[in-house]
Structures are given as C-alpha cells and as structure tokens.
C-alpha cells in the first residue's frame, strides 16, 4: 500500500485522538470538511487507517513491547553501557513501571491514533465495505486498549476534538467491541489476509469470548460455558471454510513473501520495501552488531526457562531458512530464524563470527537483566520469528517484504482446545481432531513442527503449547494473564504486585482527560 498526501492527512489527524488540552483551535483538530480533503477519496483515507496500525502493532517498541517484555519470552538486559534507555525496559520486564514510561505512553497513543483516524473516516461517504473495514479496525485498536489498559477512549465521528474523549471501560468496552465487529461482520470482504475480512472477525471475537472472564477479573478470571461454546463454534466457521492450511515450513507464515506462501494467515498488515511497516526491527533488535549481513542493536534475549520448552527437535526452535540473496547463501546451514544460539557466523563467507572485544560470538542461554563483564555482549539465546528480509537488507534497510501476522490457523485451533478445556462443548468438523489433546498433538506433529506427542493435556500444558506456537506473536502476557501467571516470580524479578495486571494510563493524559481515571495502585 503506497503513501499519499490522503494517507499522510489521515495519519497526521490519527495522532489527534488522544490530544484532550483545550488549547486546540479549529484550525488544527482534525475536523476537516469534505472540500478539504484532496479528491475526497475515502479509499486512500481508508489505507490511512490500515498505515495507522503499523507503528503501534508492528516493530518491537509498542504493543509489542508492552506483552512480550512484561513475560518469559523476552528480556532485554543493560548490557554495561548499552540499553539502559533510563530504566524503561526493566521496567517493562521486572513489572516496575509507572504512568511516565516511554513505550507505554506510546503504546497508549499509537493505539488511540487507530481508533481516531477509523472513527473520522466515516464522516467522509464511505461504501458499505469501507465503513466496515474501518470499524473492524478501530475495533481491533479498541481489543489493545481493553486488553492492556482497562480503558478504551471514544468519540463520535466529527465530533470537536477540543473536548475530552469520552471513555468506556472493563466489560463495558468489551460488550461495544464485540456489537461492533458482529455488526459489521457480514459486510467484510472474504479476504485477503491483508484486508480486514470475516475471518478476521471471527478470530477477534474468538479473543473477546475467551478473554471476557479476565476482563471482568484479571486476578481471578472466570470462564462461562456459554463464551466457550462461542470460542468453539467460531473456530469451526474457520475450519470448515476450507481457506486455510497448515504450510511445509513453519516459518513460511513470516517470510519476505509470506503473502504468498503463509498459507495458515488469517489476518495480516501488508508491507513493501520501503513502505513504513516495522518488522525490519524483530532481527534488528536482536542481532548482535557484528552479524552478517544483519548487523543490530544486540539487544533483547529470551529467558532460558522459556527456551528449555522446546524439544531439541522440534522444527520451531529454529532452522536455517532459505534467501536469495548473495550475501546470505548459508552454506553451513546455520540456524537464522527461531532462536539463535551458539556460534554465529558470516552466512556469506562462513567466518566465525566474534563480539567488539574479539571473542567468539556465541550466544549462552544465561542471561540477567543487568549485564556486566567480558561476557556481556554474548549473554542470551535470542528470538527470531520472521526470517529476516535479506533482499531488503542488501538494499540498505528502509523497510522490508515480510507481511505483519496478527491471526493464523493454529492459534484457532489452540484456542478451540482451550475453550473445551474450561467446559465447552467438544465438536468434531475436521482432521484435527475433536479433544483437546488431538488438537494439540496434531499441531505438535506436523511435519513443519516435528514435536513429540503429548501423553496428557492440563491447562498449564496448553499454556505452554501457546508459547511453544505462538512465541514473539505478542499474545504471551495476554495469555499468561488468562492463566493465571502473570505476576508468578520468574528470573531475576519476584512476585508482582496485582497492579501489575494492568498498565498505567500515561500521565500526560490523565492530566488532560477529566474522564480518565488512573489505573488502582499507581
């Protein structure tokens, strides 16, 4: 989707949902009338509302951030001098954070943009289908805002910015999300993936109907029969379809050219070299500064506990998948997607690789959260779910092909799983089996997976499978949350206090917003 002057309008009037301060004149709030548009054009505001979801939902610093730092599957040490960033990733991983953390406030901003430019475009004569998509995705925004803040912030379509956003919160937001997307359900399109579409819908309520309990009670959630039952019947909608498929490589659902070949993508941002999406950053923030042809910020691990859940065999855990690029031939076959451990090497000309202070590059499963010594520059198995775009590198950066996945077929499925361990209603519609257990071993065993049969189901197993399938799908704090794990102590942080459950309301709104509340204990 290319850029505009329409798309730049739309995005710039995206980050004017949240700005409350009665200093805003008419000049500048966004109300744009018909005439003042360029060509009118509802399509090209249209793809302004789908832009206005990369920098919150795609890149490493937003949502995110805000539910893969807060867990298991990520930690990002000081390394010595680097990465300190004033604390704001400990803060996110050793659950100490407060109303001032960079990355939260960002995260609350970008995700209140989705929602501002969706809401405006409907002033403007959309079709049917357009007003749909665009509800969907303010919906989607909306889901973020619920599931991380508690506090979902609203307004009418053209209504005056100089007034405060009005607010809806807990089971409130989640009843007006989920009349939203079964009201505009019908008028989606079929697909692609990268469009808002019906599937995506039913995905999205899938998560309200399994979340509903944590959202009435994030410490001791509760699961009605009957939203399990809808968890179900949904996921048979998708199943039956016949639109989705389990791909030969399991990483092929996050390639340069996935729109292709992810075969298991219900929902997914569409991104072109140079068009702004932000998954350039998954292997950027990860790579050590010497790899090659990826050289990156060495930053962020995984802990050891949540790589130790692999088997040594199962496919997930990482492979060497295949470029075409020059400079990334990978004679040796060396692992450079899933988890990157060990020895790293140039993957054009097989050197072994070493860190600035000229030792071997070998990344160790030991990790803390504060780094130091000769050693800190290797600390860390470090995660890696889309395989990295080597033909946008060679370019110089700026972007890459691979298309950002927020829905797939195996989370549907997982998800069916669940809703019929906490009592729903078991089904038999397809070969992926009717029980729990079948579910999940048939996942397990694909050969794109190639993990082990599980003797035995509990929810704690299931949790894990979750993390096994799901890792850097920013679904784990969600998920752990859903669990019951969520402030359980892990390394290098203790017991969290329940406050936690929930993130702060940026400060520099609650100080704008009468209507805004900050989030109890902070």
């Known amino acids: 989707m290319k850029k505009n002057s329409i798309v730049r309008i739309a995005a710039t009037l995206a980050l004017l949902q949240v700005a409350n301060s009665c200093q805003l004149t008419e000049d500048i709030n966004g109300n744009l009338l018909k005439d003042q548009i360029p060509s009118g054009n509802p399509s090209a505001l249209l793809t302004g509302v789908y832009n206005s979801m990369r920098d919150p939902i795609q890149g490493s610093v937003n949502v995110f951030?805000?539910?893969?730092?807060?867990?298991?599957?990520?930690?990002?040490?000081?390394?010595?001098?680097?990465?300190?960033?004033?604390?704001?990733?400990r803060q996110l991983y050793l659950h100490n954070w407060d109303s001032n953390n960079e990355q939260i406030r960002n995260t609350f901003t970008g995700l209140n943009g989705i929602t501002y430019a969706a809401t405006d475009l409907l002033r403007f004569g959309p079709t049917t289908q357009q007003a749909a998509e665009a509800r969907f995705i303010r919906a989607?925004?909306?889901?973020?805002?619920?599931?991380?803040?508690?506090?979902?912030?609203?307004?009418?379509?053209?209504?005056?910015?100089?007034?405060?956003?009005?607010?809806?919160?807990?089971?409130e937001a989640l009843n007006y999300i989920v009349s939203e997307i079964l009201a505009v359900q019908r008028d989606l399109p079929i697909g692609p993936a990268g469009k808002a579409n019906q599937d995506a819908a039913r995905v999205l309520l899938m998560k309200c109907y399994l979340n509903k309990g944590a959202y009435a009670n994030r410490k001791t959630p509760t699961f009605d029969v009957a939203d399990m039952n809808s968890v179900i019947r949904l996921a048979d909608e998708i199943i039956t379809s016949n639109r989705y498929s389990f791909t030969p490589d399991y990483?092929?659902?996050?390639?340069?050219?996935?729109?292709?070949?992810?075969?298991?993508?219900?929902?997914?941002?569409?991104?072109?070299?140079?068009?702004?999406?932000?998954?350039?950053?998954?292997?950027?923030?990860?790579?050590?500064?010497?790899?090659f042809p990826v050289n990156g910020y060495n930053g962020p691990a995984t802990t050891g506990d949540f790589f130790d859940k692999f088997e040594a065999t199962d496919k997930r855990r990482g492979e060497a998948?295949?470029?075409?690029?020059?400079?990334?031939?990978?004679?040796?076959?060396?692992?450079?997607?899933?988890?990157?451990?060990?020895?790293?090497?140039?993957?054009?000309?097989?050197?072994?690789?070493?860190?600035?202070?000229?030792?071997?590059?070998?990344?160790?499963?030991?990790?803390?959260?504060?780094?130091?010594?000769?050693?800190?520059?290797?600390?860390?198995?470090?995660?890696?779910?889309?395989?990295?775009?080597?033909?946008?590198?060679?370019?110089?950066?700026?972007?890459?092909?691979?298309?950002?996945?927020?829905?797939?077929l195996a989370d549907v499925l997982l998800m069916k799983a669940e809703a019929i361990l906490r009592g729903g209603t078991a089904t038999s519609v397809s070969t992926y089996g009717t029980t729990p257990l079948a579910i999940v071993n048939y996942i397990r065993t694909l050969p794109s997976r190639g993990a082990s049969v599980l003797p035995t189901l509990t929810l704690d197993i299931l949790l894990d499978e979750r993390g096994r399938e799901l890792y850097n799908e920013e679904w784990r704090r969600q998920d752990l949350i859903r669990f019951g794990k969520f402030l359980l102590p892990r390394k290098d942080k203790p017991q969290s206090a329940d406050k936690y459950l929930l993130f702060t309301i940026p400060q520099t709104q609650v100080d704008v917003n009468p209507n805004i509340t900050q989030n109890p204990g902070f």
């Open 321 to 408: 998948y295949p470029s075409s690029s020059p400079n990334a031939v990978n004679t040796g076959r060396h692992v450079n997607v899933g988890f990157l451990a060990g020895q790293q090497y140039n993957l054009k000309d097989e050197t072994a690789l070493k860190d600035r202070g000229g030792n071997p590059l070998v990344f160790t499963k030991d990790v803390n959260i504060f780094e130091v010594g000769a050693d800190l520059e290797v600390k860390g198995i470090r995660p890696l779910k889309y395989p990295v775009d080597y033909v946008s590198e060679d370019k110089g950066g700026n972007g890459a092909e691979n298309d950002h996945v927020s829905f797939r």
């Open 140 to 171: 989607w925004g909306m889901f973020w805002l619920l599931d991380m803040f508690d506090q979902v912030l609203y307004r009418d379509p053209g209504e005056e910015l100089s007034k405060p956003a009005r607010l809806r919160k807990g089971t």
């Open 251 to 291: 990483f092929d659902n996050f390639a340069p050219n996935n729109t292709a070949i992810g075969r298991e993508n219900i929902f997914t941002q569409e991104n072109t070299y140079g068009d702004g999406g932000d998954v350039r950053s998954y292997w950027k923030f990860v790579s050590h500064y010497n790899l």
């Open 65 to 89: 951030a805000l539910e893969e730092v807060s867990t298991d599957e990520r930690i990002m040490p000081t390394r010595g001098p680097d990465w300190d960033d004033n604390g704001k990733w």
